[in-house]
């Protein structure tokens, strides 16, 4: 399988410390490429039925698994953009993500605390959208 962010490094098998997990990771770019459910095990029963929301956009990213266009979109209760496929449900996560996504899932969290990470509604999310677009679309070029 390809990398999704080099595209033409070849991604290698890694098993997980103490998980029947093998990931698939990029020798250059450091990213991760977890299967459909393999990033819910490994995080312990994380958002299982992970689905991309209906505002994901289309990341210009294909899926190592099955070649299909990448949608990327935020991380539930997290401000971290991750791609995924709508075909195989893999998740590819770039270098920094995994860290930050299992940081945000260790902190304790109380109603009040879930709030301030899930994305904001109306023009104030719109604008956050607008500006992780802007540097997603940067890191391309």
Known sequence: MKCPTCQFVELVERGVASQPVKLDLCPECKGIWFDGGELARVLG?????????????????????????????????????????????????DAKEFPQIKLARQQPRS???????????????????????????????
């Open 45 to 93: 029963g994380s958002a299982t039925d992970l689905d991309i929301p209906h505002d994901a956009r289309p990341s210009r990213r294909f899926c190592p698994r099955c070649t299909e266009l990448l949608y990327a979109f935020a991380y539930p209760q997290t401000y971290v953009t991750v791609d995924m496929c709508r075909a195989c449900k893999g998740l590819w996560l």
């Open 111 to 141: 109603p009040a605390r879930r709030e301030e990470r899930d994305q904001p509604p109306g023009i104030k999310g719109a604008l956050l959208r607008m500006i992780d677009e802007s540097i997603e679309s940067l890191k391309l070029w």
